[in-house]
Structures are given as structure tokens and as C-alpha cells.
């Protein structure tokens, strides 16, 4: 089945809407605000008001899931790559609502629900989540230590199928030991790594990206190498700018495409 997204972890990508506020150092130079201002929209900020959509573009999902469903591969979603579903914001609330019920009416989709705000996932569930719906991966960005310590608490304080962790851009080293050691009861499942794109992309120290892999390999946890963006390794091993496509995404010559582990579709 073709993808409709360019993410290398999804294969689709959902928006309920369109529209956020910066809340951390990894918003200052937010793609998805540079891509809606392109386009005319002017949806960023805490009284900005957000795009909505209408009924054809919430049908897309079903017919993914009718496609996985025939296929009898399951499909991951991406929701969302130009908002943030946990925003607290009234007027999203019946947005949300009408989400909640289109991921149970797409169980062959595995859905990637990516936040800042992880701190207000709770508070934001469907009444019915219980111990979470069986297809809804809850992930939350991690660019520095501090975020780290401060999110992913929240994170893993919320029953869901899979926890995941989008270190990108990765603004400094990140140690994630204490969240995937396996003698948890509820840890990391995934992590996934990358460095900034765009013309004022910040540098990445390449051994953060090495330190993640092997935090990763000696948990047992997948790890999934998105990208260097703009800044990559030379022969000598120090950061210097590329053009996104030029820098690649080879992490000492191979790539990362590691996945959780989920149930396959009924036959």
C-alpha cells in the first residue's frame, strides 16, 4: 500500500487541525509554522485560531484502514504532524471527540500521538481509555535532559499500547536509562532520533545521537535514526552543515528503522 507521508516512521499522517503555541526550545524553529505561514495561514500562537477541516479529509483514515484491512498489513498514522492534540484549548475539545471515535473505527491503524504537553494527556482522554486503546501509541518530544525529566513522567503516568520518545531535533545529550530499563512496568517502548533541518537549523553533537543508539540497544528498546537534517558527521567525526539531503540518514554506515513489536491483523 503507497504512503502518503514523507516521515519515515509513518505511513500516513493525520491532522485534526492545524494550529499550535511554542512551549519548549525545540518550537523555535517549528516547521509545521513555517509550512502553514507558506500556505497563508496564520494558525500559530495562543490566540491564533486554528484550521479545521471538514468531512472529506476525516474520511481519509477509513480508507487507509480498509486498505490495511485488504492487505492484512497494519498501517501507522501519524497525529498530528501541524498541531498538538493535547493542546488546552475549549474549542478543540469537540475535535477531539470526533478523533477519538475515528481511531476505534480504524483498528487496523496503529495510531501516533506525538504531544509537548504530555502533562495534560490525562485530563484529555476519552472517558472509555481504561487501559488505553489498543491501536493509539502515546509518544512525547524530548530535545535536552530537562525535558526529559520534566515529560516523561507525565508520559508514562497514562496507560497506552506503546510510550515513544522523538528526541528531534535533539538540542543536547539525553540520558533515557531510568525510563526503558525492562524491570519497569511501564517504559519507553521506542525511540526516535534526529537532527534540525532548515536554515537555522542548530548543530548536534553526533555522539548524542551514538549515546541514544547504544542506551537503546543495551535495553532492548527499538531506535529509529530519522535524520542529521543540516549538520552530519565528517571524516573526522565533527558536526559540520549539509544540505538535508546530503547529510542522509546513515548512523555509523547503516540505518536505524527499528519498530515496537505489534499484533498483526486477524486473518
Known amino acids: ?63 487507509w484502514n480498509a486498505q490495511a484491512v ?22 478543540l475539545d469537540v475535535h477531539r471527540e470526533r478523533l477519538w471515535e475515528l481511531i476505534k473505527d480504524t483498528p487496523a491503524l496503529d495510531w501516533l500521538l506525538l504531544t509537548k504537553r504530555p502533562q495534560l494527556i490525562a485530563e484529555r482522554l476519552p472517558c472509555d481509555w481504561g487501559a488505553g486503546y489498543v491501536n493509539v501509541w502515546l509518544g512525547t518530544t524530548v530535545e535536552n535532559q530537562m525535558e526529559a525529566t520534566r515529560r516523561l513522567p507525565h508520559l508514562l503516568g497514562v496507560p497506552a499500547a506503546v510510550h515513544f520518545v522523538s528526541a528531534e531535533p535533539l538540542l543536547s545529550g539525553v540520558d533515557l536509562r531510568q525510563w526503558l530499563d525492562p524491570r519497569l512496568g511501564r517504559r519507553l517502548g521506542w525511540v526516535i532520533a534526529g537532527g534540525e533541518s532548515g536554515p537555522r537549523a542548530r548543530p548536534s553533537d553526533p555522539s548524542w ?25 565528517n571524516a573526522d567525526g565533527q558536526a559540520t552543515r549539509h544540505s538535508k539531503a546530503g547529510a542522509g540518514r546513515a548512523l555509523d554506515g547503516r540505518t536505524w528503522d527499528q519498530l515496537p513489536m505489534v499484533a498483526a491483523l486477524a486473518q
Open 1 to 63: 500500500m503507497a504512503r502518503d507521508s514523507a516521515i519515515e516512521w509513518t505511513d500516513h499522517t493525520f491532522n485534526p487541525w492545524w494550529g499550535c503555541a511554542a512551549v519548549s526550545p525545540a518550537c523555535d524553529h517549528c516547521y509545521a509554522e513555517a509550512l502553514a505561514k507558506r500556505f497563508g495561514y496564520r494558525t500559530w500562537g495562543a490566540k491564533a485560531p486554528r484550521r479545521f477541516f471538514g468531512d472529506a479529509h476525516w474520511s481519509e483514515p477509513l480508507k
Open 70 to 91: 485488504k492487505s492484512g498489513m497494519r498501517m501507522r498514522v501519524f497525529c498530528a504532524s501541524m498541531a498538538d492534540v493535547f493542546e488546552k484549548r475549549v474549542e
Open 209 to 233: 545521537f551514538r549515546d541514544l543508539r547504544d542506551q537503546c540497544l543495551g535495553s532492548n528498546v527499538p531506535f529509529h535514526f530519522k535524520q542529521w537534517g543540516n549538520w552530519a558527521p
